[in-house]
């Protein structure tokens, strides 16, 4: 480095711990003195050093114990507010829904995403997830006309599986591909061939965009550090891949246009441009931003998840062998082998109920939810979140707490069975899809997903591990999602 870039990357240095000096003081004088509890971390980073170098869970169960179920750490000049336990979380996000249902503020909702789609606080969010919603379920969502789409989708994963002869082989790319097909069959009428490198390309993008949104949850915080020569936060390797996702779903509103017929929608766009059309030019609900972003969020939202909720099922079903054949048994009386599983069979099948129910805890893959914010100050048990605090909903402290599931470390579906085989409600403690007017919108897609894709696995193929001294990691990797280490398996069809 010559002198003079030196002497500009020490400026560039000073100038941007100047700032955050002056954002920290001014921020933290604002806050009245009854802030949820919580340590005291250091000067302008706050706790930032202990998220780097401890796993975040852990973290998080110890802040629990000594501060209770409400607690606070700053990161830099940002409060962040964790609350944790089923009681708390009910009392916040339902009956304070009202003060815990926005979002944060922040780089990537106001820049990236323009405060558009579905997952900004900004006031057409709810409009936004409103008609999303019903568009969704108008195409199918929960229902049985989409169950047919999906169980194609299915027909053409299992025969790569096939294809595998029982040989050691990774599922993760063939399942993140066959997943995202079912919501671009929702939202642009259209499935892609897995060979199809674009469409492979694009789904890589989904799992790398999330592992990013947490590294560059720094440039979040203090936006100034985007600026820093290089890309040490990734922040511009993010900006790229939203870009990048939102020029394929820009194309395809393009085409859609070029071809759309208003009395015959045909998916999720066409439903949108119909509206737009509708609506006068220039109605921030119907313009190509909000549907674009709408899109955006929803598109990786949808996939990801499901994908790696499936891989979970599997690792388990690999460790447990006699859970993997209790539950083929299940599919073989109510089901047999001559066709697919359907909707139909789920109320039949409570021991699929209890097993995937399980999976859920363990799996455990939104274990901090999405974070919302506080937009005003928010009175919460006789404390008081800042008004620009971010309010972590910790899911993973119902998952693994051992008062509602004795010893939350054993993968046991039978905690979900009462004595008469039948679900016993514990169930309704899992709230992997989150609670309140935030909950999942893709809930009820992402159940009928893993109803169709788990039940049909089990009932063609015999999960085992690449050889018998060789069992995969159980052990979860926390970006955005908890993900299973990679892993290979032997998928070998059953006569
Ligand atoms: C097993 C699968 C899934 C899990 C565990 C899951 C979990 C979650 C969680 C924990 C949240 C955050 C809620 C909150 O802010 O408190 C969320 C939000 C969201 N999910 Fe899912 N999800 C899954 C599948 C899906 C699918 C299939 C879709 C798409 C169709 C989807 C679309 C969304 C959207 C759009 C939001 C943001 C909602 C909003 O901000 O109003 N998810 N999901």
Redesign the pocket.
Known sequence: MDVCSLFNFTLVTVVIVVVLLILLVSRSLQWPVNVPPGPTGYPIIGCLHQLRNKNILELCRELRQRYGDVYSFRIGPNLTVVISGVEALKEA?IKQADDFSD?TDGYIQDVLFQKKG???SEEH?KHT?SF?LST?RSFG?GKRSLESRIQEEITAYLEILEKQNGEPYNMKELTVVA?SNI?CN?MFGNRFEYTDEKFKRLTSLFAEGFRLSSVAGAVQIFPVLRFLPGDLFSMKRLTEIIFDIKDFVADQIQEHRNTLEEENPRDFIDAFLVQQRKHEAGDPLFDDMNITITIV???P???D??A??IRWAILYLIHNKSIQDKLRQEIMKVVGTSRLPSLANKPDMPYYGAFITEV?RVGN??PL????GARKDIHFRGMVIPKGSTII?N?DSVMSDPELFEDPDKFLPERFLGPDGKLNGKERNV?????????????S???M??FLFMTSLIQRFEFLPESQDKLPSLDGIVDFLRNPKDFSCRVVKLQ
């Open positions: 996000f979002r579905v997952s900004t969010w997830r999303a969704l969502f997943v919501i929702i969020n929803i598109f939202a949808g996939t998840t499901t790696t909720m859920f893959i939104s939810s999405v974070p919302h909903p899911l709230m992997a899809f989150s609670l309140g007017r935030r909950v999942c919108m893709g809930e897609l992402a159940r997903e893993l």
